[in-house]
């Protein structure tokens, strides 16, 4: 992918003008593109095209100082051929039309190729598009941060926690993509055939509108924002830290002040960190959290793994038909806990993947669906749709607020967050991981005291079925690269929680 970054400092003049937005192909311009492959393509067999073009911009900043803000850029364009039953594919960065002709007659010589070393049954066509509408997650407020307003913003943050005599580092990240997919069906015989469909050219060698050019029976257009922000306040002598981050589509969402102001609290609160004994304990999961220990789930719903007994899904042995039988359709973890993904949800507000139908995972505690790709649903199930695991999903269950969890806890731990998991055994799902981001000792209803970091060692599993009680759900910081995976959970009260070890120098 190609990318270009630029390194600014808030201190130093900037050539962008504020009122400036990240250059997007937008619909039009990928059916150019798409045209463009559509007249270069000659014989029989189906032609793929999937456009992704991607926007970031960011500043960061460390030891109350503004470091550098960086643009990227990235454009991909990948292009299928799928002949005699053999697939060729490659992608490529460059959108002029000699750099697209170059592909295609790569794609199409290796697929030619293989189908005649293969001799097998045509394959089944490609799954089909989508058919959703489009969900709302694209924001106008987060394309329109320019640098100098992110400058501006970083400023006034790293303002309060100077305020209050603390360190602080974070990031603040504008993201926005637009994807298209492009499946042509059996095209012609001959390139002269397609003369009419084809689109004009310019002299500067890129694709444009050819007019009525009307070449892509069927087409999918999607695009979405994405921001994030995430800060640590550690207190000067080096005995406390906080940290405070969320992510959304829409940057609206995101108050910096109210992520200041906790992440300063947590820090100040954990200035002298007590020794906890470890033990099972009773917990309040924050829902970062959470989500951490929902997402080791979510992304282990595998069905073929389950089936063959390597699962903790599995549930016993079938010796006629060779298989393991699952838990599909029996409880797993405490009836009020449902887990699912809706592309549509709009607070999840995440893009509908090709071919993928809103799925609930877990239904008031029992498994209900286990992921499987398309091969598995065709020569298994009769079916043409894979169910994909999604790395997104919304996790809910109750209404019960933190501060309530807190009074009505007798002993127990206030967790922020959990990190650094190793799985130590797949069938039970036990893991082996870091707190993080501050702990604190409950005693009587109240918060008594901060620990240090402890690790843990239990399932999520056997987590989720010791509830006590299930907060509302809310949006979480969870991070995006290329991919946009907001996680929507609440947070819990677990009443037997291994924490095993204490660990002082995180």
Not at 218 to 225: D, G, I, L, M
Not at 389 to 415: A, C, D, F, N, W
Request: proline share 6%; charged share 20%.
């Amino acid at each position: 992918m190609s990318s270009y970054t630029s390194r600014i400092s808030a201190d130093s003049p900037v050539s962008m003008h504020p009122d400036e937005r990240p250059a997007m192909l937008e619909k039009a311009g990928m059916e150019r593109i798409a045209n463009a492959v559509y007249t270069m393509t000659s014989g029989e067999g189906r032609t793929e095209i999937r456009i992704d073009n991607s926007w970031r911009g960011d500043i960061r900043w460390g030891r109350n100082t503004v470091g550098i803000t960086e643009e990227h850029v990235d454009r991909n364009v990948l292009i299928v051929r799928r002949i005699g039953g053999t697939v060729a594919f490659k992608y490529t960065n460059q959108t002029s039309p000699s750099a697209l002709r170059e592909v295609v007659q790569f794609v199409e010589h290796s697929a030619r190729a293989g189908a005649k070393r293969i001799i097998r049954p045509q394959m089944p066509s490609a799954p089909r598009l989508l058919e959703t509408p489009a969900p709302a997650i694209w924001s106008e407020a987060t394309v329109g941060v320019a640098v100098n307003e992110r400058a501006r913003i970083a400023e006034s943050v790293i303002s309060k926690f100077k305020a209050r005599d603390v360190l602080s580092s974070g990031f603040l990240e504008w993201r926005c993509l637009e994807s298209m997919s492009f499946s042509f069906g059996d095209i012609h015989a001959s390139q002269p055939g397609a003369g009419e469909h084809a689109p004009e050219q310019n002299s500067n060698d890129e694709p444009t509108d050819g007019g009525d050019s009307n070449a892509v029976p069927a087409s999918f257009y999607v695009r979405h924002t994405h921001a994030q922000c995430s800060m640590t306040a550690v207190h000067p002598s080096g005995t406390g830290s906080g940290w405070a981050g969320l992510s959304s589509f829409d940057w609206r969402a995101i108050d910096c002040d109210a992520l200041v102001a906790r992440a300063i609290d947590k820090c100040l609160s954990s200035t002298t960190p007590g020794v906890l004994e470890p033990g099972r304990y009773t917990a309040i999961l924050e829902p970062q959290a959470v989500s951490a220990l929902a997402t080791l789930i979510v992304n282990s719903l595998d069905r073929v793994t389950a089936e063959r007994g390597a699962s903790a899904y599995a549930y016993q042995p079938d010796q006629q038909l060779n298989v393991w039988r699952t838990r599909l359709g029996m409880k797993i973890v405490d009836e009020r806990i449902t887990i699912r993904h809706d592309p549509l949800d709009p607070m999840l507000g995440v893009l509908p993947m090709r071919g993928l139908r809103p799925v609930v995972w877990i239904e008031q505690g029992k498994l209900m669906n286990l992921a499987y790709s398309q091969a598995y649903a065709q020569q298994v199930l009769g079916e043409d749709v894979a169910n994909l695991i999604r790395p997104s999903y919304r996790m809910e269950g109750g209404t019960t607020p933190v501060e309530e969890m807190i009074q009505t806890t007798k002993h127990g731990v206030l967790i922020t967050r959990l990190s650094d998991f190793i799985v130590l055994k797949r069938t039970e799902l036990l893991v082996t991981g870091q707190t993080h981001g501050g702990v604190w000792e409950i005693r009587d209803g109240r918060v008594l005291r901060a620990v240090h970091n402890m690790r843990f060692t239990d399932s999520p599993l056997l987590a989720f079925n010791t509830i006590d009680a299930v907060g509302p759900a809310v949006p979480v910081f969870a991070p995006s690269t290329d991919k946009l995976t907001p996680l929507v959970v609440p947070p819990i009260k677990v009443s037997s929680f291994a924490l095993t070890a204490s660990s002082p120098s995180l």
